[in-house]
């Protein structure tokens, strides 16, 4: 019997060779219910050739690699000239130009765009959620470029591209191009206003000279940046170009690239403009006014991200429990361990139709649709990134002691978890967006009002919970301090309106009775017995 102790038993097969977008029923569900019937075949094709990409051995090996060998900045080349490169793993460059083949910066020019994009994000967060970066500020970067037609017309067409070209050359010379963004200083964190980084006018029309720092950078390989600084009329937005047309190297010097919890595969940059050519993006002292649809569009991306986080680890929870066995039976049919897998796929699936329903928002565009998401885009950025790390810390622990290992793929999940978080603004600045759009815009809550309210009648909970938030906002005086609880309440009752009518009955019931209804605990694991949680987590098994 030698060597019967290396024998390998009761160990799950991997999570491999499946459609992460056809194995997601809530996802599935939601596209088919927000693009027209028309668009639906295409949609089909395009997001199951993604989410079998996803799923397969090779793209998830290219993202290890590109985890395990973060970039690296080259302020100098070997003579001494300033050239101010990142250096990235190829694994990265090929899974960008699969992100950027597959349409996730070309929602804006199809019908039905932003949910395509939005699913196709979702499932791409799963293979490596760092090249998400990049391709997100390239698709938010859109319609603040379009406050300027001229520049719409020059810089649009590139980055709505599906051609990945990872060279630095004059734009103009590439058939597709990435965007970044720069608006955080030293000195001001989220307070935008409070940036000191200068813009000189020069005698061209619409021509400036930068001098500055940034303190965050997001994805400075890029060839182009939005960035926010001080003109003569007050806080102003400009594009500055990596290359200049005559092939020169603007003056974006690369302080340094940041030592991060997670996101390693992506490079987040310090950098110092100095004498930086930039050209002015909407009218001088109407900065925040002309970024403010790019960074709405990022803070969704911010929930889809989660989302997808949310999912991948979930779906690893659920896979090991089925195969793994202990004290007699599997660990999926454990009933204490039925009710942590029903409680978080239950947490991921509300994230999931959430996001969908803001991508679908986006697609109509109409008044009434933008009034809702001036209230439900800052509450769902807030509510869904916090749920994100206790879910995926969680479904790590299902995998036990095996959660804990690298190779499990669940503590680069772990790190990953709380960015979003912060990104495109922190908790506090997200909640204390939605009292400003209840002060400032009454429309938005009439909206908001209007979308739960196609599901009154349907759950007492849910109507409850409807009649509590309304009692909430009664009275605004001093609401700064109430302010998360406030964002927490608009959140849930979204996803609850939106579980109630379109997820199946066991799913409705089970969000209603545990988020509305009080009959849920502080931790997962802690729905009424009385549910039907098999069937939740039966529905989130990604079935290879």
Not at 18 to 40: K, N
Not at 45 to 58: N, P, T, W, Y
Not at 462 to 491: N, V
């Amino acid at each position: 019997m030698a060597g019967s102790t290396h024998t390998v038993t009761n160990q799950p097969p991997p999570l491999l060779g499946y459609d992460v977008y056809g194995a997601d029923q809530a996802l599935v569900a939601a596209v088919e219910r927000h693009l027209d019937p028309e668009l639906l075949d295409e949609a089909r094709g395009e997001l199951s050739a993604l989410g079998r990409a996803a799923g397969s051995a090779q793209l998830q090996e290219w993202a290890v690699q590109a985890n395990e060998n973060p970039p690296r900045l080259r302020t100098h080349d070997r003579y001494g000239h300033r050239i101010d490169e990142v250096d990235f793993h190829p694994a990265w460059h090929r899974l960008l130009g699969k992100g950027v083949g597959a349409g996730l910066t070309a929602a804006w020019t199809r019908p039905g765009g932003q949910v395509r994009r939005a699913a196709g994000f979702l499932v791409w967060t799963q293979v490596e959620a760092g090249n998400g970066c990049p391709l997100s500020m390239t698709h938010a970067a859109v319609p603040a470029l379009r406050t300027d037609p001229e520049l719409a017309a020059e810089w649009v067409p590139r980055l709505t591209s599906t051609i990945y070209e990872r060279e630095l050359r004059p734009a103009g010379q590439k058939a597709g191009a990435l965007f970044g963004m720069g608006m955080t200083e030293k000195q001001g964190g989220s307070d935008v206003r409070a940036n000191t980084t200068s813009a000189r006018p020069l005698a061209e029309a619409g021509t400036y000279v930068l001098t500055g720092h940034k303190w965050f950078c997001s994805a400075p390989m890029s060839d182009g940046f939005l960035v926010l600084a001080q003109a003569p009329e007050g806080l102003t937005c400009f594009l500055v170009p990596r290359v200049l047309e005559d092939g020169t190297r603007n003056r974006l010097l690369l302080q340094r690239l940041k030592e991060k919890l997670g996101n390693r595969s992506n490079a987040s940059a310090e950098v110092e403009f100095d004498g930086t050519w930039a050209r002015r993006v909407g009218e001088e002292g109407r900065g925040v006014r002309t970024i403010i649809d790019m960074v709405a569009a990022t803070r969704l991306d911010c929930v889809l991200g989660s989302a997808g986080l949310m999912r991948a680890a979930v779906a690893q929870a659920v896979h090991h429990c089925a195969y793994r066995e202990a004290f007699g039976g599997r660990l999926l049919d454990q009933p204490l361990m039925r009710n942590v897998l029903a409680d978080l796929a239950l947490e991921s699936e509300a994230a999931t139709v959430l996001g969908l329903r803001l991508a679908a928002a986006c697609d109509d565009d109409g008044e009434q649709e933008r009034a809702l998401l001036r209230i439900a885009v800052p509450a769902a950025k807030y509510w869904v990134t916090k749920r994100c790390t206790p879910v995926v810390v969680e479904a790590a622990e299902c995998l036990g002691g095996n959660g804990y290992v690298e190779e499990s793929g669940m503590p680069r999940l772990v790190r990953e978890s709380p960015l979003n978080s912060v990104w495109e603004g922190a908790g506090n600045v997200q909640a204390l967006d939605v009292l400003r759009a209840l002060r400032r815009e009454p429309q938005a809550l009439n909206a908001f009002l209007q979308e739960v309210g196609q599901a009154r009648g349907a759950d007492h909970r849910l109507d409850a919970a409807i009649k509590d938030l309304l009692t909430e906002l009664a009275d605004l005086e001093g609401a700064q301090a109430r302010a998360r609880r406030i964002a927490e309440r608009f959140a849930l009752v979204l996803q609850g309106s939106l579980l109630v009518r379109f997820a199946p009955p066991e799913v409705a019931d089970a969000f209603c009775a545990s988020r509305l209804g009080g009959d849920g605990g502080g931790a997962f694991g802690t729905l009424p017995h009385t549910l039907d949680l098999r069937a939740l987590v039966e529905r989130a098994r990604p079935l290879v």
